[in-house]
């Protein structure tokens, strides 16, 4: 069953010699054999063994046990004395339940704690035949894992030679070692690449079900947040907001190596034994952790035994070729079972029948028929039982017909005898049966009950069935959702329930699968989204395929928030397969939704080319489908992969989405499209006053999100562009909400956006200090996340050339060069730039005016986001190279067009910036009142809006200015106010910052202060 049903208490194991009560599994072991206990009486047990310090009452027995329907105390009893039979107990002399007449009961045994065993699927009443030479192999194994060193055990073989058996064996008697600590996750056939970890988060949940301490939470917390969150029931409150935070954008190699890692810190203590049941049914990213795990050089106490039939199929021969490649590296040990051998069968049978003479005869009959294979015998021999061949009469096994005669009634394969078997069954018996195989190997009562009224039947005939050993065997209790309990069961084995599910018409497969699928809906709800696997595939073989297109949808979100993206894009596929399968005309709404998703996958793995061909082409059917706000939902995603491709089409394609939206005539989506599509315009192509007013009036139509929902994309790209036009602080505002919860897909574009947002208008807003924390540790978490940290990069490079350490922002560049793989414009650009500034300094004049020219031409550097913004940078580096260089006529050429292009903008500090290069022209010209009127107007623009950023500059040229007009008190006023502002900028770090110290070292601040020192003497 999935995840969520598996409901969360303290579940250990009681042990009272010779027994062992596992509260996680729901059953009572007496040393290795399983005993049969009805739900009911196991709870009753269970709680009196909770209580045994004192008598518990019969009143307190019947609140606890039935509270919501009237029992009569002869209830109780009935259940006491079934349980007293099975503990072999006596009420004149209790070992363990003491009766107190008329008033209660008591549990008398000793009992200590322990640690379940296993989720073991052997049936314990069957014989064990011993496997030598394996289990030399894996005793040899959890030696060396007990030693430190990592193990990776393959048990192989064909379905039913015996792995299962094996395997419980082997860790039943591990279980025996103090501190062994065993986990199991079971592969579910039709899982794999639908519900991604799906084994491994099941035995997370065992670790986490059985520790009763916070340890464990803990350890997550620190080692593993991306699995911790997959527990939201585990995460407190005030954390969870905290550790979305600290996953976002989290990738499947993450995740593996924190699994990775967990493991190591939880095997740290005691030896951890992992077991992966049906490897061949295993999903992509449970082999990426088996493969992770075995290559990883660590010492480590762990032993990962895993089982794989070598069947065909597509996870099954990854699984063989991973297998293959740790095994020639020495990776992982290869324990293949034989069938058994003849002597195995006759020991199987001597065992069975306590050794009576016929056995050995009777041996070669069953193993000829059944190849050797054990599951074929073990069938067999239950078989000549149950049809009274071999009976037991007067304490001893007899036959009750000559060997030689019973072979030719044999069936000839395990198929045959099951349905001579099944057909032998009541037809209400065969109609359960029926039901449950559609479920799976295991499953619950509930699920083929009709309703809570029809449960008790149905666990009456499950628990008949159970009783005679046929098809079926209990294996515990849940409590459901609503707090009903009910009963679990499972096939004997795999292949008993394929045997029945094989039998089902079409129509009747059906028509099962849709009753399983709204028994889930009607207890989950609707979308229950840790169940959205197993309802897709009762959907898809209830031929829904409408419904299982939309479960898989959200199955693919599920895999997202696993960070297993890639898994995701599988399961996207295989919805995509179906769509024709969906009558015609209601195909096109769903791929639409579909390749949207696939586009925003292939975006979140940075896989620009192909989300934008996702988004071409549901952009393609929105528009041959007339499906106007479809059409341009798609386009508005698709200039999101095509601003970093070819910001024209970008632009393009945003221009066009703007058209078709008028004839929406919702006016939400009309601004949304207007504010991209202006937005995207100033961002990439240039600055326009008109695309500003375009934003700001879409910006006041569309909703403000609540506290709680996290604001869109297009808001992000608007904060973008309320930083440049001097709205900073409104900018940080916007950014700081868009720091989203959520880490879907399209979550993690809102948050980047949300980050670079933040970023620039801390830059803006002078916060250098804040700016580089938010730089520093989203590359950490980018790092952690093996995600690629280019945005932030590009960060740290403009941070380093506004505090003038030109040499590191160059180096940054390079790093940037280096490992991009998509156009590099603005990489090319900054370190251009921050080279001219630094020849400017070093007065190499010539080389600092070529890099200035190639920033400034677009031949040169081709659009980029924000191309603008650098070209205006470079045309003020491209004034004071002719300054310094004496060349007064071309200084105030440059000038000219410096002023031009920054007043085409709306960033104050360009524009201040601008008035304050060209009043230092004047100056060297000595052209006094053409100084004064450009130093006037750059103060002017401070005024107006925030600009810390810059205001140190203007105020120092004012003051310059004033100091050579001789008016001496307004030149030592503007000098204070540039201390003041530049003492901001060097405060906003920390004080043992090296940027900090870049920015006080910088020649035109040691300038500065120089000056104030001349001037205090
Ligand atoms: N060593 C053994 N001794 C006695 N009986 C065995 C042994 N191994 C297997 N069996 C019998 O064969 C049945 C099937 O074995 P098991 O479930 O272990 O097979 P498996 O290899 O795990 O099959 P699958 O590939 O389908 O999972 C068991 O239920 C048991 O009855
Ligand atoms: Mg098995």
Same mark, same amino acid.
């Given at each position: 069953?999935a995840?969520?049903e598996r409901?969360?208490?303290l579940?250990?194991?009681?042990?009272f010699?010779?027994?062992?009560?596992?509260?996680?599994n729901?059953?009572?072991?007496?040393?290795? *054999?399983?005993v049969?206990?009805?739900?009911?009486?196991?709870?009753l047990?269970?709680?009196?063994v909770?209580?045994?310090?004192?008598?518990?009452?019969?009143?307190?027995?019947?609140?606890? $046990?039935?509270?919501?329907?009237?029992?009569?105390?002869e209830?109780?009893?009935?259940?006491?004395?079934?349980?007293?039979?099975?503990?072999?107990?006596?009420?004149?002399?209790?070992? !363990?339940i003491?009766?107190?007449p008329?008033?209660?009961?008591?549990?008398?045994?000793?009992?200590?704690?322990?640690?379940?065993?296993?989720?073991?699927?052997?049936?314990?009443?069957?014989?064990?035949?011993?496997?030598?030479?394996?289990?030399a192999?894996?005793?040899?194994?959890?030696?060396?894992a007990?030693?430190?060193?990592?193990?990776?055990?393959?048990?192989?073989?064909?379905?039913?030679?015996?792995k299962?058996?094996?395997?419980?064996?082997?860790?039943?008697?591990?279980?025996?070692?103090?501190?062994?600590?065993?986990?199991?996750?079971?592969?579910?056939?039709g899982?794999?690449?639908?519900?991604a970890?799906?084994p491994v988060?099941e035995a997370?949940?065992?670790?986490?079900?059985?520790s009763?301490?916070?340890r464990?939470?803990?350890?997550?917390?620190a080692?593993?947040?991306t699995?911790?969150?997959?527990?939201?029931?585990?995460?407190?409150?005030?954390?969870?907001a905290? $550790?979305?935070?600290?996953?976002?954008?989290?990738?499947?190699?993450?995740m593996?190596?924190?699994?990775c890692?967990m493991? *190591?810190?939880?095997?740290?203590d005691?030896?951890?034994?992992l077991?992966?049941?049906?490897?061949?049914?295993a999903?992509?990213?449970?082999?990426?952790?088996?493969?992770?795990f075995?290559?990883?050089?660590?010492?480590?106490?762990?032993l990962?035994?895993?089982?794989q039939?070598?069947?065909?199929?597509?996870?099954?021969s990854t699984?063989?070729r991973?297998r293959?490649?740790l095994?020639?590296?020495?990776?992982?040990?290869?324990?293949?079972?034989?069938?058994?051998?003849?002597?195995?069968?006759?020991?199987?049978?001597?065992?069975?029948?306590?050794?009576?003479?016929?056995?050995?005869?009777?041996?070669?009959?069953?193993?000829?028929h059944?190849g050797?294979?054990?599951?074929f015998?073990?069938a067999?021999?239950?078989?000549l039982?149950?049809?009274?061949?071999?009976?037991?009469?007067d304490?001893?096994?007899?036959?009750?017909?000559?060997?030689?005669?019973?072979?030719?009634?044999?069936p000839?394969?395990?198929?045959?005898m099951?349905?001579?078997?099944?057909?032998?069954l009541?037809?209400?018996e065969?109609?359960m049966?029926?039901?449950?195989?559609?479920?799976?190997?295991r499953?619950?009562?509930?699920m083929?009950a009709?309703?809570a009224?029809?449960l008790?039947?149905?666990?009456?005939?499950?628990?008949?069935?159970a009783?005679?050993?046929l098809?079926?065997?209990?294996t515990?209790?849940?409590e459901?959702a609503?707090?009903?309990?009910?009963a679990?069961?499972e096939f004997?084995?795999?292949?008993?329930r394929?045997?029945?599910?094989?039998?089902?018409?079409?129509?009747?497969?059906?028509?099962?699968?849709?009753?399983?699928?709204?028994r889930?809906?009607?207890?989950?709800?609707?979308?229950?989204?840790?169940?959205?696997a197993?309802?897709?595939a009762?959907?898809e073989?209830?031929?829904e395929?409408?419904?299982?297109?939309?479960?898989?949808m959200?199955?693919?979100?599920?895999a997202?928030?696993?960070?297993?993206?890639?898994?995701?894009?599988d399961?996207l596929?295989?919805?995509?397969?179906?769509?024709?399968?969906?009558?015609?005309?209601?195909?096109?709404?769903? *791929?639409?939704?579909?390749?949207?998703?696939?586009g925003?996958?292939?975006?979140?793995l940075?896989?620009?080319?192909?989300?934008?061909?996702?988004?071409e082409?549901?952009?393609?059917?929105?528009?041959?489908?007339?499906?106007?706000?479809?059409r341009?939902?798609?386009?508005?995603?698709l200039a999101?992969?095509l601003?970093?491709?070819?910001?024209?089409?970008?632009?393009?394609?945003?221009?066009?989405?703007a058209?078709?939206s008028?004839?929406?005539e919702?006016?939400?989506?009309?601004?949304?499209?207007?504010?991209?599509a202006?937005?995207t315009?100033l $961002?990439?192509?240039?600055?326009?006053?008109?695309?500003?007013r375009v934003c700001?009036?879409?910006?006041?139509?569309?909703?403000a999100s609540?506290?709680?929902a996290?604001?869109? !994309?297009?808001?992000m790209?608007?904060?973008?562009?309320?930083?440049?036009?001097g709205?900073a602080?409104?900018?940080?505002?916007?950014?700081?909400?868009?720091?989203?919860?959520?880490?879907?897909a399209?979550?993690?574009?809102?948050?980047?956006?949300?980050?670079?947002?933040?970023?620039?208008?801390?830059?803006?807003?002078?916060? !250098?200090?804040?700016?580089?924390?938010?730089?520093?540790?989203?590359?950490?978490?980018?790092q952690k996340?093996?995600?690629?940290?280019?945005?932030?990069?590009?960060?740290e490079?403009?941070?380093?050339?506004?505090?003038?350490?030109?040499?590191?922002?160059?180096?940054?560049?390079q790093?940037?060069?280096?490992?991009?793989?998509?156009?590099?414009?603005?990489?090319?650009?900054?370190?251009?730039?921050a080279a001219?500034f630094?020849?400017?300094?070093?007065?190499a004049h010539?080389?600092?005016?070529?890099c200035?020219?190639?920033?400034?031409?677009p031949a040169?550097?081709p659009?980029f986001?924000?191309?603008?913004?650098?070209?205006?940078h470079?045309?003020?580096?491209a004034?004071?190279?002719?300054?310094?260089?004496?060349d007064l006529?071309?200084?105030?050429?440059?000038?000219g067009?410096l002023?031009?292009?920054?007043?085409?903008?709306?960033?104050?500090?360009?524009?201040?910036?601008?008035?304050?290069?060209?009043?230092?022209?004047?100056?060297?010209?000595?052209?006094w009142?053409?100084?004064?009127h450009?130093i006037?107007?750059?103060?002017? *623009?401070?005024?107006r809006?925030?600009?810390p950023?810059?205001?140190?500059?203007?105020?120092?040229?004012?003051?310059?200015l004033?100091r050579?007009?001789g008016?001496r008190?307004?030149s030592?006023a503007?000098?204070?106010?540039?201390?003041?502002?530049?003492?901001?900028?060097?405060?906003? !770090?920390?004080?043992?910052?090296?940027?900090?110290?870049?920015?006080?070292?910088a020649?035109?601040v040691r300038r500065?202060?120089?000056?104030?020192?001349?001037?205090?003497?």
């Open positions: 069953m995840l969520l409901h969360r208490d579940a250990t194991v009681k042990h010699d010779p027994f062992r009560l596992d509260t996680t729901h059953c009572l072991w007496r040393g290795d *054999e399983r049969t206990l009805t739900p009911k009486a196991f709870d047990l269970r709680y009196l909770e209580h045994a310090d004192r008598l518990v009452t019969h009143d307190e027995i019947l609140e606890a $046990l039935w509270p919501d329907t009237y029992v009569n105390h209830v109780v009893k009935k259940y006491i004395l079934g349980i007293r039979k099975v503990l072999g107990d006596r009420p004149d002399q209790p070992q !363990f003491r009766t107190f008329k008033r209660g009961y008591q549990f008398v045994a000793a009992t200590t704690d322990g640690q379940p065993t296993t989720g073991s699927a052997a049936d314990p009443t069957t014989p064990f035949i011993e496997r030598r030479a394996a289990r192999q894996i005793e040899a194994c959890l030696k060396r007990l030693l430190g060193t990592r193990q990776v055990v393959f048990v192989t073989g064909e379905a039913g030679v015996g299962t058996t094996f395997v419980d064996m082997f860790v039943r008697r591990a279980g025996l070692m103090p501190q062994v600590q065993i986990v199991r996750g079971q592969c579910v056939e899982f794999g690449g639908q519900e970890y799906y988060l997370i949940d065992q670790l986490l079900r059985r009763d301490d916070e464990i939470v803990q350890m997550l917390a080692r593993a947040p699995w911790l969150l997959q527990f939201p029931s585990l995460v407190k409150a005030g954390q969870h905290a $550790l979305q935070r600290e996953t976002l954008g989290a990738t499947r190699e993450r593996v190596r924190e699994f890692e493991l *190591e810190a939880i095997a740290a005691r030896l951890l034994i077991v992966l049941e049906d490897l061949h049914w999903d992509l990213a449970t082999l990426d952790v088996v493969s992770t075995a290559r990883r050089r660590e010492p480590v106490r762990v990962l035994l895993g089982t039939r070598p069947a065909a199929g597509a996870s099954n699984l063989s991973l293959q490649d095994s020639i590296h020495g990776l992982c040990q290869q324990i293949p079972l034989e069938t058994f051998e003849l002597a195995e069968v006759s020991e199987y049978l001597g065992r069975e029948f306590d050794h009576a003479g016929f056995a050995p005869s009777l041996s070669s009959v069953i193993h000829r059944a050797g294979n054990a599951l015998v073990s067999l021999v239950r078989d039982v149950a049809n009274g061949t071999v009976v037991h009469d304490g001893e096994w007899k036959l009750t017909a000559p060997v030689q005669s019973i072979a030719p009634g044999v000839p394969s395990l198929q045959d099951l349905n001579v078997q099944f057909d032998q009541t037809s209400v065969q109609r049966l029926r039901a449950a195989s559609v479920i799976g190997e499953f619950p009562a509930w083929i009709a309703d009224g029809e008790e039947d149905v666990e009456g005939v499950c628990e008949q069935l009783e005679r050993r098809f079926i065997r209990p515990g209790i849940t459901l609503d707090g009903t309990m009910s679990h069961y004997h084995h795999a292949l008993y394929q045997a029945i599910y094989g039998r089902l018409s079409d129509v009747a497969r059906s028509r099962f699968h849709l009753a399983a699928a709204a889930l809906e009607a207890l989950y709800g609707p979308r229950p989204l840790a169940l959205t197993e309802l897709a009762h959907f073989k209830a031929h395929y409408e419904r299982a297109i939309q479960s898989l959200l199955a693919a979100a599920n997202a928030r696993r960070f297993a993206v890639r898994d995701s894009l399961v596929q295989h919805a995509m397969s179906l769509v024709p399968r969906v009558p015609s005309p209601r195909r096109t709404p769903l *791929e639409i939704q579909i390749l949207e998703r696939i925003d996958a292939h975006y979140a940075g896989a620009m080319v192909e989300s934008a061909l996702a988004y082409t549901e952009s393609a059917l929105a528009s041959r489908a007339g499906l106007i706000t479809a341009v939902q798609a386009q508005s995603c999101r992969p601003g970093l491709l070819d910001p024209d089409r970008a632009i393009a394609v945003l221009r066009e989405a058209d078709v008028l004839a929406a919702d006016p939400v989506v009309q601004a949304r499209v207007a504010l991209l202006a937005g315009r $961002l990439y192509d240039g600055w326009d006053a008109n695309d500003a700001e009036t879409a910006e006041q139509v569309i909703p609540g506290d709680t996290t604001p869109g !994309f297009d808001r790209l608007y904060a973008h562009v309320q930083a440049l036009q709205d602080s409104a900018a940080l505002n916007a950014a700081e909400r868009g720091l989203p919860r959520s880490n879907e399209t979550g993690v574009l809102v948050h980047l956006f949300a980050l670079s947002a933040q970023i620039l208008a801390l830059l803006q807003l002078g916060r !250098f200090g804040d700016a580089l924390r938010v730089v520093r540790a989203s590359q950490d978490l980018a996340n093996g995600s690629d940290q280019w945005l932030f990069l590009y960060r490079a403009w941070l380093r050339t506004l505090v003038m350490d030109f040499a590191g922002a160059q180096r940054v560049c790093t940037l060069l280096q490992s991009s793989v998509y156009p590099t414009g603005q990489a090319k650009t900054i370190g251009q730039l001219g630094q020849a400017l300094g070093e007065g010539d080389r600092a005016r070529q200035f020219e190639d920033v400034s031409d040169q550097t659009k986001f924000l191309h603008w913004y650098w070209r205006v470079a045309l003020v580096g004034t004071r190279v002719w300054l310094q260089a004496g006529a071309r200084a105030r050429s440059a000038a067009y002023t031009r292009a920054a007043l085409a903008t709306a960033d104050p500090n360009l524009r201040a910036l601008a008035w304050e290069t060209t009043a230092q022209v004047a100056i060297a010209g000595t052209d009142p053409s100084a004064e450009a006037e107007t750059a103060l002017e *623009e401070l005024t809006r925030d600009t950023m810059s205001a140190w500059q203007i105020h120092a040229t004012a003051s310059d004033y050579r007009t008016r008190e307004a030592a503007h000098h204070d106010r540039a201390l003041e502002h530049l003492e901001a900028l060097v405060h906003s !770090f920390e004080p043992d910052e090296p940027l900090r110290q870049a920015l006080v070292d020649a035109p500065l202060r120089q000056e104030w020192i001349e001037m205090e003497l």
